[in-house]
């Protein structure tokens, strides 16, 4: 005797007359809908940020205008750079072995601010300049965040918006999705939230 016998005297089976029961484990999905594999869920997408690629999540958000990416870049810098400043000044002022000290760990707020930048950027969209100004950074393909690996490839490859006088950061101006240079490189796009 096995399962699913159609034998009526086998207590295991199905019982001729009566609807048919899924087996053990998940209930079964309707017939038409893709049924998901074993292990951990997928993440579901993001509302509105899946640039059309899955139906029923909305459309895609609008972009960043270049003033907003530009608003949120200044408040950046002055909040990762004022707390340097003012600590490599106090230790230039200082001086000697105490203000070596300071200025060292002034050196040690820059870069720690600056990977917890990366950090935010990569796993959320948004440090406090972009927060603020209720813009995101998103991968272009399905409206998620880069992640650190690609937020820092991001930030080295702002070198090629600088190299050529400057022109990749004025480049969101006229381009059809608003991209840097570095944001082509990564297939980033910087939309709106809020």
Same mark, same amino acid.
């Given at each position: 005797m096995s399962f699913?016998?159609?034998?009526?005297?086998?207590? /295991? +089976?199905q019982q001729p007359g009566q609807p048919q029961q899924p087996g053990y484990g998940y209930p079964q999905a309707p017939q038409g809908v893709p049924q998901q594999g074993y292990g951990y869920p997928t993440a579901p997408p993001v509302p509105g940020g899946d640039y059309g690629q899955q139906p029923g /999540? +909305?459309?895609r958000p609008p972009l960043s205008g270049w003033w907003r990416r530009?608003?949120?870049y200044l408040i950046d810098v002055i909040c990762i750079g004022l707390p340097y400043g003012i600590l490599m000044a106090i230790g230039g002022g200082v001086g000697g072995g105490a203000g070596a000290a300071i200025m060292f760990l002034g050196i040690a707020v820059g870069i720690g601010g600056a990977l917890f930048k990366l950090y935010k950027e990569g796993t959320t969209g948004q440090f406090i300049g972009k927060k603020a100004l209720g813009i995101s950074l998103l991968r272009e393909a399905d409206g998620r965040p880069l992640g650190f690996g690609m937020a820092f490839v991001r930030t080295i490859a702002h070198f090629l918006d600088s190299i050529a006088c400057y022109i990749g950061w004025l480049w969101p101006l006229w381009d059809d999705k608003n991209q840097t240079f570095a944001d082509k490189v990564c297939s980033s796009v910087v939309v709106r939230v809020g």
């Open positions: 699913g016998d159609p034998n009526p005297n086998n207590p /295991y +089976g /999540y +909305g459309a530009v608003g949120a």
